[in-house]
C-alpha cells in the first residue's frame, strides 16, 4: 500500500464519524416541543386573501379570522363543522332588521391584534372597503351574499347593508375573505400608489387570528408564531415551521421519517401507501368537491340534453371509482355535495346503462357516436387516469373520445367566465361556504363563476334567485330541492366521484377538524 | 495582457448582441407556448372583467413585439420586472438564490472533474483493461441514470435507511437559524460569523446533493478525458517521446498538459449545462435555489421570472465559456498569441 492510500484511508476514518455526527439530528419532529414542523410544496406568495395565489390560502385561514364561525359536532369522536349552526366570533351578536337587509354586528371585546391593537368597528370597515375596491376575491363573496355597504356606528357596533335578503350572508362571514385586518397597523405601511399597502402584506401579517408571521424566506421556509393577545384559546404549538419541500415523496419520507409533524397535499396513492405505515396518521373526510367531465352545453353535439344524458349513462361510475380514486370517494350523486346541508341524492337515475346510452344517442341523432376531443390538465391528480378511463368507457356506445393534455392556466382561462371554449373537459369544483344556496349559485347559476361550460337554464336560475333572497327556510329547502332536480335531468356534466380529503400527520398530532376550504386549522392541534 | 484585455472586450461587445437573441428567443417561446397565467392570478372566483383587468395590467393586451420592446427597456436599465406570483422584484429573487445554486452546482461540478479527469487519464493507460472497463461501466452507469430518480435514491438509502444523511429539506436545518447574509452560502456566511451549529449544519445538508451532483458531471468527464487522452497517447510526440526513454512519471505529465485544453474545454461545458439539470436536484433536495424557482416559474407560467432566469442561465454560460478562453490561454500560449 502506497504512503498516499494510507493516507487517504486514514483521512476517509476521520471524516466519516464527523460527518454522521453532524447529521444525525434524528426525528426532528419529536424534539420540536410546542413546534408544528410542516412540510408544504412552497412558500407562500403572498398573505392577501383577495389576492389568492396556491400557496397563500393555506396559511391566511391561520392569521384571519371570520365575524362568525360555524358551530361543532361530535361524531365518532371526531369534531365536524356543523353548517346547520352559526356562532359568532370576532363578532358577539347581532341584529336584523325585518327586512333583513341589515345586520348590526357588536363586536367581541378584548379582542387583539399581535401588534397590541384592539378589534374596532373601523377594521371591519377598512377590511371590506379594501375587498371592494380590489374587485377580486373578497369582492365576489360581497356579491354572492348581496352585501353593498359596511359601515362603522360606534367602535365596536358595524354594520352591513344587503341589496335583497341573503341566506348565504352569515355563513360568508366565516371565511378568511374579506379578511379582518388591524388596519391600524396596516396603514402605518400604506402610501399614495399603494393605498392598502398591499406590498407590505407580501411579507407581512396583521390579523386577529390565532397566528401571525414572525418571517419568511421567499422559496424556503416561513416561520407562523401564536398571537399573544388571541382571544380564543391559546394554541397547543406556539410556533409553526412552513417548510418548502416542493417534491411530494420527499415530503412522505420526511414524514415517515418523523422530521416534519404534518405535510400538505399528499396523492391518493401516496395517501394508500402511507395507511399501512405506523409512523403515519393518515384522517380522512367526505369531500366538498365534485371530480367532473364538463359538457360545453352551448356546443355541438352537448347542446341536446338527450347526449348529455347518455354520457351520464354511458359512465361506469364505481368502475372509475375503483381505477381512477382507488377506491376512495363517493360516488357523486347531486350537484351538491353531501357535506352540505340540503344534500338531496334521490333524483340521481344515471347508473350505468351502455344499452340506454346508445339509445338515447340515435334518438339525438348519433346512432353511430361521434368523435371528441376531451381535455384534461394536471391541476388535480386524478385528471389523467380519469380521461383515459372515461374514453375507454365510451368507445362501448361508439362514442370516439380522445384524451388530449393542455397546461392547467390553459384549462382554468378556457374555463373561465369570459370564454367557455372547451366543449369536453375535466374539472374539480366545490363550495368553500357550507351553504347549498351558494354551491348552487357559483357551480349551477348561468352566471356562476364555476359554471364553466354555458349551461344555463332560466328555471334553475330563478329557484336559486328565490331560495337566495327569501328568508323563509321553507321556501328555501324547497327550492334548492327543485333545483336539484332540474339540474339532474339537464345533466350539464359528466358526474363521477366526491374524492375523499385525506391529512397526512404524525401519529401523536390530535384535533384536526377538516374545514370546506380544506385547510386545516394550526390552532385546532395539539400533540397527544 | 494586452491580448487579454483585447480578448474580453471583444468577448463583452459580443455578449450584448447575443442576450438579446437569447431574451427573444426565451420571450417568444414562453409567450407562444400556450399558458395563460392571467386565470391563475386571478384566481377561481375572477369575472370576465377582472381577468381582462389584470391582462391589461401585466401589458398582456398589447402586440407581443411592443411587449418585448418594453421587457428589454426594462431590462437595459436593470430592471427585470416583478414575478408575477410573488409581486416581488425578478432581479433580487435571483440573485437570492443564486448563491445556493451556484454552491451545488461548483463543489459538485469541481468534486466530478477531480474524481472524473484522474479515473479518466487512468483508464486510457490501459486501454480495455479491468481499470477501464470497470470505469466506463460506472460511466455508463451516471449517463443513463435519470437526475430525479438519483436524488430520490440517494435520499431513501442514505437519510431513509442508513440515517447517514440529513433529510432532503433545504440547505440548513429547520431547527437551526440561518447566519446572517454576507456571501448568500449559509455555509461560508455561519463560518465568518463564527456560527458552529450553522455551520455544521449547512455543511452536512450540503453533502448529498453535491454528491449527485458530482455523480451526474463525472460520468461524461471520465468518458471524455480517457478518449482524449487516447488520442494523445496514440500522437506521434508521446511515440517519440517514448522511444527517446522518458520515464512513465514523465510521459505522464506530459499527456496530462497535452490532455487538458480539451479537457478544461468540456468541464466548462459541463458546467454550463448541468445548470438546468440542477434544477432537478435542487427540486428533490427543497434546495430553494434558482432552478427550483425557475421550474416553479415554468409550470406556473410565470413569464417574467421565466425570461429573468432564461437570462441568467445565458449570462452564466457566457460567463463560463470567458472563464475557459482564459484558462486556456494560460495553458496553450499559441490559444494566447492567436486571440
Not at chain 1, 486514514?10 to 408544528?36: D, H, N
Not at chain 1, 424556503?220 to 397547543?236: D, I, L, S, T, W
Request: glycine share 8%; with cysteine; aromatic share 10%.
Amino acid at each position: 500500500m502506497k504512503r498516499r492510500d494510507v493516507l487517504l484511508a486514514g483521512a476517509g476514518g476521520l471524516a466519516l464519524p464527523a460527518y454522521l455526527s453532524l447529521t444525525s439530528e434524528g426525528a426532528l419532529a419529536q424534539g420540536a416541543g410546542r413546534t408544528l414542523l410542516l412540510a408544504a410544496p412552497g412558500t407562500p406568495e403572498g398573505f392577501d386573501g383577495d389576492a389568492l395565489r396556491p400557496g397563500t390560502q393555506e396559511t391566511v385561514v391561520q392569521v384571519y379570522e371570520g365575524l362568525t364561525r360555524y358551530g361543532r359536532v361530535e361524531r365518532n369522536g371526531r369534531t365536524y363543522l356543523n353548517p346547520a349552526e352559526i356562532e359568532g366570533h370576532l363578532a358577539e351578536r347581532w341584529r336584523v332588521s325585518d327586512d333583513g337587509l341589515k345586520y348590526v354586528f357588536t363586536l367581541r371585546q378584548g379582542v387583539k391584534s399581535p401588534y397590541g391593537n384592539e378589534l374596532t368597528a373601523a377594521d371591519v370597515e377598512w377590511s371590506w372597503a379594501k375587498s371592494f375596491d380590489q374587485k377580486r376575491t373578497g369582492a365576489f363573496i360581497a356579491n354572492v351574499s348581496n352585501v353593498t355597504a359596511v359601515k362603522a356606528l360606534s367602535p365596536r357596533e358595524v354594520e352591513f347593508t344587503l341589496s335583497a335578503p341573503s341566506s348565504i350572508f352569515l355563513s360568508a362571514l366565516t371565511l378568511y375573505v374579506p379578511g379582518i385586518y388591524d388596519s391600524t397597523e396596516v396603514k402605518k405601511h400604506a402610501t399614495p400608489e399603494d393605498p392598502w399597502a398591499l406590498r407590505w402584506m407580501e411579507t407581512n401579517t396583521a390579523g386577529f387570528g390565532a397566528y401571525h408571521l414572525r418571517s419568511i424566506r421567499a422559496g424556503e421556509q416561513a416561520e407562523f408564531v401564536a398571537n399573544p393577545n388571541y382571544f380564543g384559546r391559546k394554541p397547543h404549538f406556539e410556533r409553526v415551521i412552513y417548510r418548502a419541500v416542493p417534491s411530494g415523496a420527499s415530503r412522505t419520507t420526511l414524514l415517515r421519517s418523523g422530521q416534519v409533524q404534518w405535510i400538505d397535499r399528499p396523492t391518493v396513492q401516496q395517501v394508500l401507501d402511507m395507511q399501512r405505515d405506523r409512523r403515519v396518521k393518515v384522517e380522512d373526510v367526505a369531500g366538498r368537491a365534485m371530480a367532473s367531465v364538463r359538457m360545453n352545453c352551448a356546443m355541438r353535439p352537448f347542446d341536446d340534453v338527450r347526449v348529455r344524458r347518455a354520457m351520464n349513462y354511458a359512465t361506469n361510475k364505481e368502475a372509475l371509482k375503483q381505477g381512477v380514486f382507488l377506491g376512495t370517494g363517493d360516488i357523486a350523486k347531486s350537484i351538491i355535495p353531501p357535506i352540505v346541508g340540503g344534500y338531496d341524492p334521490s333524483f340521481f337515475s344515471y347508473d350505468h346503462d351502455p344499452a340506454k346510452a346508445r339509445a338515447l344517442l340515435a334518438e339525438a341523432g348519433f346512432p353511430n357516436g361521434f368523435e371528441i376531443d376531451l381535455l384534461f390538465s394536471n391541476i388535480w391528480w386524478w385528471e389523467e387516469a380519469m380521461a383515459v378511463q372515461l374514453s375507454d368507457q365510451l368507445k362501448a356506445v361508439g362514442i370516439n373520445c380522445k384524451p388530449q393534455r393542455i397546461t392547467g392556466s390553459d384549462l382554468r382561462a378556457r374555463g373561465a367566465p369570459a370564454r367557455q371554449d372547451m366543449a369536453f373537459f375535466t374539472f374539480e369544483d366545490g363550495p368553500i361556504v357550507l351553504d347549498p344556496v351558494y354551491t348552487l349559485q357559483l357551480l349551477a347559476r348561468s352566471n356562476g363563476v364555476s359554471n364553466r361550460a354555458k349551461y344555463a337554464n332560466p328555471a334553475l336560475d330563478a329557484l336559486i334567485d328565490r331560495a337566495r333572497t327569501n328568508p323563509d327556510k321553507a321556501v328555501q329547502a324547497a327550492s334548492v330541492k327543485e333545483a336539484q332536480k332540474i339540474w339532474m335531468e339537464d345533466a350539464p356534466w359528466v358526474m363521477t366521484v366526491y374524492p375523499q380529503t385525506f391529512e397526512a400527520m404524525a401519529p401523536n398530532i390530535t384535533g384536526w377538524v377538516p374545514h370546506p376550504d380544506e385547510h386545516e386549522r394550526w390552532v385546532d392541534l395539539k400533540v397527544g | 495582457m494586452r491580448a487579454i484585455g483585447g480578448f474580453l472586450a471583444r468577448r463583452a461587445l459580443l455578449l450584448v448582441p447575443l442576450l438579446v437573441a437569447v431574451s427573444f428567443l426565451c420571450f417568444m417561446l414562453v409567450r407562444l407556448g400556450g399558458q395563460d397565467p392571467v386565470a391563475m392570478l386571478a384566481g377561481p372566483t375572477a369575472t370576465a372583467a377582472e381577468i381582462e383587468m389584470i391582462r391589461g395590467n401585466l401589458a398582456l393586451d398589447q402586440p407581443l413585439w411592443a411587449q418585448f420592446l418594453a421587457w428589454l427597456g426594462e431590462v437595459a436599465r436593470g430592471d427585470l420586472g416583478r414575478s408575477w406570483v410573488s409581486n416581488r422584484p425578478v432581479l433580487t429573487e435571483l440573485l437570492d438564490r443564486a448563491p445556493a445554486t451556484l454552491e451545488l452546482l461548483l463543489y459538485g461540478v469541481a468534486i466530478g472533474a477531480l474524481v472524473g479527469i484522474p479515473v479518466g487519464l487512468k483508464a486510457a493507460r490501459r486501454p480495455d483493461g479491468m481499470f477501464d472497463q470497470a470505469s466506463r461501466f460506472l460511466s455508463l452507469l451516471g449517463f443513463s441514470t435519470p437526475t430525479y430518480w438519483l436524488g430520490l435514491m440517494a435520499l431513501f438509502v442514505f437519510f431513509y435507511l442508513l440515517g447517514w444523511a440529513p433529510p432532503g429539506m433545504g440547505r440548513i436545518s429547520l431547527m437551526v437559524e440561518p447566519p446572517p447574509r454576507i456571501t448568500g452560502s449559509y455555509m461560508w456566511d455561519a463560518l465568518l460569523a463564527g456560527n458552529q451549529e450553522a455551520f455544521a449544519s449547512a455543511a452536512s445538508q450540503l453533502v448529498l446533493p453535491v454528491l449527485c451532483v458530482a455523480v451526474i458531471s463525472a460520468a461524461p468527464i471520465v468518458k471524455q478525458t480517457r478518449a482524449i487522452a487516447l488520442e494523445v497517447l496514440a500522437s506521434d510526440y508521446i511515440r517519440y517521446a517514448r522511444a527517446q526513454g522518458l520515464p512513465p512519471r514523465e510521459l505522464r505529465r506530459m499527456v496530462l498538459r497535452n490532455s487538458m485544453v480539451p479537457v478544461v474545454t468540456f468541464v466548462g461545458t459541463e458546467l454550463a449545462g448541468l445548470v438546468g439539470t440542477t434544477a432537478l436536484i435542487e427540486y428533490v433536495f427543497a434546495w430553494g435555489g434558482l432552478g427550483q424557482f425557475g421550474l416553479n416559474a415554468i409550470i406556473q407560467g410565470d413569464f417574467a421570472v421565466v425570461q429573468g432566469y432564461v437570462l441568467a442561465l445565458a449570462l452564466f454560460s457566457v460567463i463560463v465559456f470567458v472563464v475557459v478562453d482564459l484558462l486556456v490561454m494560460l495553458l496553450e500560449p499559441r490559444a494566447g498569441a492567436r486571440a
